[in-house]
């Protein structure tokens, strides 16, 4: 028996393999989210000044104004009530009022408080959420609920990218580092996506990476891992400089193209040898776990690939319920009954791809 249109994705040492299934796919129908009211309070600082009702002053210094001394206290009087209260009005706090749901809020609660420990941000949206709850329990069972899911949609962020990974090929890691004296921080976001859109399109680029800031300088630059076919259109050069954070000299292969253009660059070679595509990983899950940080994506970077599956290439069933099969390093690809070759890259670019 063999497994046709199966689904095959590398874990990173092994091919496996998801058999196609013919269960129909069910429309799950989409909760309708409660609107909630937000009401935020800020003080107007805006103050007026209080105006003296003018007078003249004779040569014996006696004070005098236009109408007689009674009228101008009491207009003295009424002038400084008049402005007390104006000024108290204006201090009070003015309301600023927001419609949202509580699916938004949940997010916006998680991503202000995504730098604390798990329980006392837990902690932090419930204390903030409870007044749209009629009971504790509901708010507190709420955000329980909605932290699962946050945790298990990042399992799956973290999954999509390792799957994709370990089928592009990538091999070199770069660093591109914001210059403000050739860009704005969004200048040099727009630019340098378009660069890498147009060197995907024209040159075969493919590339995932993330954005993110030093800690120290809060300088913006971006982290990638890239499958670049020629290495030599870019002309890397060995610089020796001085890094300030391990506080030694270090050396680094730098383009010229991109630091005349962008700011700084870093390339480093990814050696399959030395398993330095784990650690690479390792360091861009890091931003995605701790600062909510989105992967970008190139085109033309799949999950798996499509094959039919014989049964004696099968080592075993794994997974949840032995859904998923555990394949032999070199079990045989074939396309709709037609034989391809033993796995390889070259066979796997021959291949369909899915996502």
């Not at 033993?342 to 899915?354: A, D, N």
Request: net charge neutral.
């Amino acid at each position: 028996m063999s497994f046709g249109e199966s689904k095959v994705y590398f874990d990173g040492s092994h091919y496996i393999a998801i058999p196609h299934t013919t269960k129909p796919k069910r429309k799950r129908p989409k909760p309708v989210e409660e609107e909630i009211t937000i009401i935020q309070e800020t003080e107007d600082s805006t103050l007026t000044e209080n105006v003296d009702v003018p007078s003249f002053v004779t040569d014996n210094g006696e004070n005098f104004s236009t109408d007689n001394q009674n009228e101008d206290t009491e207009s003295n009087t009424t002038s400084k009530t008049d402005a007390a209260d104006t000024s108290e009005s204006e201090l009070k706090p003015t309301a600023i009022v927001k419609k949202t749901t509580k699916k938004e809020l949940f997010n916006e609660l998680y991503m202000k408080y995504i730098n604390l420990s798990k329980r006392e941000r837990k902690r932090e949206i419930i204390q903030e959420m409870l007044p749209f709850f009629k009971k504790e329990e509901h708010c507190n069972l709420y955000v329980t609920l909605n932290i699962e899911r946050k945790q298990r949609n990042l399992i799956c962020r973290r999954t999509r990218m390792c799957r994709k990974a370990n089928l592009a090929n990538f091999n070199y890691f770069c660093t591109f580092t914001y210059n403000d004296k050739l860009h704005s921080e969004t200048g040099f976001k727009k630019s340098l996506k378009t660069c890498f859109r147009n060197l995907c399109y024209r040159k075969g680029w493919k590339y995932m990476g993330v954005w993110e800031r030093a800690p120290k300088t809060n300088r913006l630059h971006f982290h990638g891992l890239f499958s670049i076919p020629d290495i030599s259109i870019l002309e890397l050069n060995t610089v020796k400089d001085y890094d300030t954070i391990s506080h030694k000299m270090q050396e680094s292969n730098q383009s010229e193209y991109f630091n005349t253009r962008f700011g700084r660059s870093d390339f480093k070679y990814i050696d399959a040898d030395e398993r330095r595509l784990g650690s690479a990983l390792a360091y861009l899950m890091k931003y995605i776990e701790k600062t909510g940080e989105k992967i970008v994506y190139s085109k033309g970077l799949p999950q798996f690939f499509m094959s039919d599956i014989l049964d004696k290439d099968i080592v075993c069933t794994i997974g949840q319920e032995d859904k998923k099969l555990l394949l032999f390093d070199d079990f045989t690809c074939i396309d709709e009954g037609c034989i391809v070759g033993s796995v390889s890259p070259e066979v796997i670019q021959q291949l369909r791809k899915c996502n």
